[in-house]
């Protein structure tokens, strides 16, 4: 396993892959790997003849006030686990040298980015796009592996992907939860033993609304009502606060009317200062 | 030579023809081509294996009163300059295709396109970088041609393309003019014999400017005003109208200051109904 740093050196290698007719898969992630990232590269793995895996902490994804400092970055052991998995190169590029003065060029996915976790962190998904532009640029991978726990995430990747006629396969991949529910996250990490126990509401509330759900409750309106009021009641008002929970068509990320075939419901709380998101897919 | 209107076909082919360790010289442009255009396409054949050119009318890049419906669009004759330029592929998309619903993303530079061109016409440089961020993802060029008379256009690029890693070397052309001086246009077909001949008045205020900063004028605002007034007197007041002729830095496009190592003289000027632009390079 390679470690490259310099965004030239690793377009100029993966060209030379590229001309050798190997398929590269790649797997994009802020590194603090947990088993959501592992089961994205153990795809990666399977599906390629080559597998990068990025780990960069991108600033311009994070709002003025978030936890860019404090991020988790546990290299030594993100490398063992890379290597563990077989992965070929690991992509670990500079925030100063790839994001070189003057920075002026932003990609921008409209409308479904203003939603959801958008509406909270309004400069968030610009700096997704932006940054696996950037990246999808630099690996020219045949195949890029997301997590579906960020559920907008992919569909906002999706969309680009697919308006600007990059040549890639975008692969969502399932959420990963710990044997109590909770999604993996490299942000559990921030959570106390008491929020800990307290973020469980999350995957509750969402279990509950399925069951409503399966039982026949398939009113969107009613449903988020019934399941907005379950998750008030699990959380601590006085040190949580949800951020949204909404259930929406899950192509289009529309408000979800009666009847949808496929809505996902999809939700942000904080527990104490830990944003925390989890979502799931029914219909 | 093959004409080729899907996307998802050419990108193939242009994919095969990287495999195939060839090199790829694009072209893009709106038709109607001029010897402009063919400087272009001639240099994209000396310096390439494969020589791509795209024709499409970009709806985009034109504002909403502009003259997108009536811009020119001779195919017969553009495929015929093609075949006898030894030109392998016209890539010819149908604009409700190419940009298929829903189409919600959009590349966009900041700063430098919001001054000169970018001034009056303000959605027009975010249609260019979408377009061309589009083609070169289809097409997968080696080697990207662009004409200098699109001084600010070029700048745009040469910067997203740093910005994004695109994996394309931008190449720009020098201007070609008529034998009395006029820069080359697709959109010189609008101007009556009148309009023709004032024109001119363009190219002859920065030959004049060129003069003037030859014989030591160098400071930029006094060379300016010297210029302005020079083509205010040059065109018909009640049928002209300046948009903007400005000194900027050649490089940042920042306004040019005195002994600015490399200066833009560039200008917009409707001459009737039709805007025409032009610039020179100096120092």
Chains 1, 2 share one sequence.
Request: net charge positive; hydrophobic share 40%; glycine share 4%.
């Amino acid at each position: 396993m390679k470690v490259i740093s310099n965004s030239v050196s690793m377009q100029k290698l993966m060209f030379q892959t590229k001309l050798s007719k190997k398929s590269i898969g790649f797997v994009p992630t802020m590194g603090a790997l947990h088993e959501g990232h592992l089961s994205l590269i153990r795809k990666a793995r399977k599906e390629n003849d080559i597998v990068v895996v990025s780990i960069f902490v991108n600033p311009t994804q994070f709002g003025p006030k978030e936890d860019l400092k404090k991020y988790p970055r546990p290299w030594k052991q993100d490398k063992k686990l890379c290597e563990f998995l077989h992965v070929d190169y690991i992509f670990k590029p500079e925030a100063k040298r790839f994001y070189e003065e003057p920075y002026l060029t932003y990609v921008n996915v409209e409308k479904i980015t203003n939603i959801l976790c958008g509406k909270s962190r309004p400069t968030h998904f610009r700096g997704v796009t932006t940054v696996v532009t950037k990246l999808f640029n630099i690996v020219q991978p045949n195949n890029a592996y997301f997590g579906q726990k960020d559920y907008q995430q992919s569909l906002v990747i999706r969309t680009m992907v697919r308006n600007l006629n990059m040549p890639v396969r975008i692969k969502v991949m399932p959420i990963i939860r710990e044997k109590d529910g909770l999604a993996l996250s490299s942000r559990n990490q921030y959570l106390s033993e008491e929020e800990r126990s307290r973020a469980l509401s999350l995957y509750q509330t969402l279990l509950y609304g399925k069951k409503l759900y399966l039982e026949g409750l398939t009113n969107p309106k009613s449903l988020r009502l019934r399941m907005y009021r379950f998750l008030q009641r699990s959380i601590d008002k006085k040190k949580d606060k949800i951020d949204y929970l909404e259930i929406r068509d899950a192509l289009t990320l529309e408000i979800a009317k009666e009847h949808h075939a496929k809505i996902v419901i999809a939700m942000a709380v904080f527990i104490g200062k830990t944003r925390l998101i989890d979502n799931i897919l029914l219909g």
